[in-house]
């Protein structure tokens, strides 16, 4: 909600700015605030995978025993963490070289920073999934229910 609300107040800025001159350049607003935007989907993504909230077919789940539910989430999250090691690495090793590339219209914000909170956010995943796993296999009741839609399966 922070990013939200802080996206909304640089786009008012700018458009205040169109109309009533100041004297100084507002160009870095519409970088920044596309560059919230995108930490912005990625604080989202370890948010929803710990809500259940993100996109999947588990769903369908509801169809299969309770154990057959198990491994195919197991089996989802085994993928899910993998996706997320592979973006770790590739942060990793773009990180390198762009912390110190700056934005063109702003010198204090580096493309290196979004995508370190993207390495980090998705090392959060990890952690959520992992969780979710953990204690999916340690419950005895099936992870989706026609009355819970997957909503216990670890949250």
Same mark, same amino acid.
């Given at each position: 909600?922070?990013?939200?609300?802080?996206?909304?107040?640089?786009?008012? @800025?700018?458009?205040?700015?169109? @109309? +009533?001159?100041?004297?100084?350049?507002?160009?870095?607003? *519409?970088?920044? /605030?596309?560059?919230?935007?995108?930490?912005?989907?990625?604080?989202? /993504?370890?948010?929803?995978?710990?809500?259940?909230?993100?996109?999947?077919?588990?769903?369908?789940?509801?169809?299969?025993?309770?154990?057959?539910?198990?491994?195919?989430?197991?089996?989802?999250?085994?993928?899910?963490?993998?996706?997320?090691?592979?973006?770790?690495? /590739?942060?990793?090793?773009?990180?390198?070289?762009?912390?110190?590339?700056?934005?063109?219209? +702003?010198?204090?914000?580096?493309?290196?920073?979004?995508?370190?909170?993207?390495?980090?956010?998705?090392?959060?995943?990890?952690?959520?999934?992992?969780? *979710?796993?953990?204690?999916?296999?340690?419950?005895?009741? /099936?992870?989706?229910?026609?009355?819970?839609?997957?909503?216990?399966?670890?949250?």
């Amino acid at each position: 909600m922070v990013l939200f609300v802080l996206i909304n107040l640089i786009a008012a @800025f700018q458009i205040f700015m169109r @109309f +009533v001159d100041l004297g100084f350049s507002t160009t870095w607003t *519409e970088e920044v /605030a596309r560059y919230l935007l995108v930490v912005m989907v990625f604080v989202g /993504a370890p948010y929803a995978m710990r809500n259940d909230d993100n996109i999947s077919i588990r769903p369908l789940f509801r169809l299969v025993p309770a154990i057959v539910q198990k491994v195919l989430i197991t089996f989802s999250n085994v993928m899910i963490i993998a996706f997320s090691v592979l973006v770790i690495y /590739a942060v990793y090793e773009v990180s390198e070289r762009t912390l110190g590339v700056t934005l063109a219209t +702003v010198d204090w914000l580096t493309v290196g920073h979004a995508q370190v909170v993207l390495g980090i956010m998705f090392a959060i995943v990890i952690l959520f999934a992992i969780e *979710e796993t953990i204690n999916m296999w340690q419950s005895d009741e /099936a992870p989706i229910t026609a009355n819970n839609n997957g909503n216990e399966g670890g949250s």
